[in-house]
């Protein structure tokens, strides 16, 4: 069952990026497609915990829902929204798989976390496919500005993520018996609510310009299957494995999305994006490493206790 659902997780999330893409193109503003899509998530994932007896929605009153609201969905998907207007979906997942480096990037500064050297190697490595990745925009006579402005708001889109997760780490270590579920709920209400005052402010919705059938379908899979159900399966996951072995998704997703575009969507993918995508995730699990060989020696040690 593990395997099953980790698998189904992992596809659903390799394919998120491209149907944001198909949104974007389909003539939905960014932020406005991106507010509803996670105000609307959040807002039925709560209602379905309220129907069933448990508490949801009382977590909008507490500061720290609002805060990893902020990190997590309103400063990672503003970026990646407003990016996919200019980049390939599978440039943009594999920019947007360097989380890693922006948690560990964040635990040094702020939680004073001393890195390890193979931790160090594995960030120096994906950088360095990052910079293999946007080498031909870089070297070129006339660089493609907007191209490089939404490259960069990904990555920076990675902060968010990394400080979101670690502050919803930190609060559900503290308060065990608070539900992953009800939180994600939360924080993704709280996120969406944020992009939609950012829309009202900064976007002009052009209904004629919207392609209904396309734009429709995008919203509607981004709402259940990549946010709700896709969150869910992945909270899920902690509990019935650990903390890690759900996040090995980054290894997987990238691949996959990068595949469907060029596939299904006509994605260029050049000698630099190969190179770039390979040498990014090959630093996430240098990176990763001492954690996936601690986990496999686990699991060998479960599995033989059984037998």
Not at 20 to 49: E, H, N, W
Not at 198 to 223: H, K, N, Q
């Amino acid at each position: 069952m593990v395997v099953l659902l980790y698998s189904l997780m992992c596809a659903i999330f390799g394919t998120t990026f491209l149907v944001i893409k198909l949104g974007v193109d389909a003539g939905l503003p960014p932020l406005l497609s991106a507010s509803l899509r996670f105000f609307a998530a959040g807002a039925l994932l709560l209602l379905g915990l309220r129907l069933r007896g448990k508490p949801s929605f009382g977590l909008l009153a507490r500061k720290e829902t609002w805060l990893i609201g902020c990190g997590s969905t309103f400063v990672t998907f503003a970026t990646l929204y407003w990016a996919e207007q200019h980049l390939d979906s599978g440039t943009a997942a594999v920019l947007s798989a360097t989380a890693p480096i922006a948690v560990l990037l964040l635990q040094s500064v702020f939680w004073k976390k001393r890195s390890t050297k193979l931790e160090r190697r594995g960030a120096l490595v994906s950088f360095a496919g990052v910079v293999v990745l946007l080498l031909p925009s870089l070297a070129a006579v006339h660089p493609d500005r907007l191209w490089l402005l939404s490259a960069a708001l990904v990555l920076l889109g990675q902060i968010g993520y990394a400080s979101g997760s670690l502050l919803q780490r930190r609060l559900l270590t503290k308060e065990p018996a608070l539900s992953p579920i009800a939180l994600n709920g939360g924080q993704m209400l709280a996120g969406g609510a944020g992009m939609a005052l950012l829309s009202l402010l900064t976007e002009r919705i052009d209904p004629s310009a919207v392609e209904p059938l396309p734009a429709l379908a995008s919203l509607l899979y981004l709402i259940v299957i990549g946010s709700m159900l896709g969150h869910s399966l992945f909270a899920w996951l902690i509990r019935a494995t650990n903390a890690f072995f759900p996040s090995t998704w980054l290894y997987i997703s990238p691949a996959l999305a990068l595949g469907l575009g060029a596939a299904l969507y006509g994605e260029r993918l050049s000698g630099f994006t190969a190179a770039g995508s390979l040498i990014v995730l090959a630093g996430i699990v240098l990176l990763r490493l001492p954690e996936l060989k601690s986990q496999l020696l686990a699991a060998k040690k479960r599995s033989r206790e059984a037998a």
